[in-house]
């Protein structure tokens, strides 16, 4: 789902997760600078400042990007972004950050993540949402950051019910 006005992109995605519960994967998305493990696109993340799941910290994220055409590798590009915690509700299973620094042509870029139980009683089942306000981003149409963010939220969901499938 995406809107377009003149200055400004928004959009959301989601996911659903059958079997953990709101706080199960909420205790997962929560420690903001552990991405990596959950994000498969993410190579790392680590806190750059302040203080663990507080607004405020700033993390730094990376992942290695291979080009290539005509069969050949043309080269390794590091993607990067540092973003800060704007807000975070354990209550409420959510959280918002912002970029604040990158290298992908990102100019500004607020997120905000929430979990929510499918079930009225609480129990197994749970929906990730991941909401975002941006300014368009040179090269890429509204569609493709719904796309890149849709797939990454399929992805972190996957490894979230891998991790829950162990225990």
Request: proline content about 4%; overall charge negative.
């Amino acid at each position: 789902m995406a809107a377009e006005t003149e200055s400004k992109w928004e959009g959301k995605v989601s996911a659903v997760l059958a079997n953990p519960t709101a706080q199960q994967v909420w205790l997962l998305l929560e420690d903001f600078c552990n991405l990596h493990k959950w994000l498969p696109s993410i190579d790392t993340c680590y806190q750059v400042d302040g203080v663990p799941g507080q607004p405020g910290l700033i993390r730094y994220c990376a992942a290695t990007v291979t080009s290539s055409s005509g069969g050949r590798d043309d080269g390794v590009t590091i993607n990067w972004a540092k973003e800060k915690l704007l807000a975070i509700d354990p209550i409420k299973r959510c959280l918002s950050y912002e970029v604040i620094e990158n290298n992908t042509g990102i100019k500004s870029y607020v997120a905000t993540m929430i979990v929510l139980p499918i079930n009225d009683d609480g129990g197994r089942g749970c929906k990730i949402e991941w909401s975002f306000v941006s300014d368009p981003v040179e090269g890429w149409r509204i569609e493709d950051l719904v796309s890149y963010l849709e797939s990454n939220l399929q992805g972190m969901a996957k490894r979230m019910l891998q991790h829950y499938a162990l225990l």
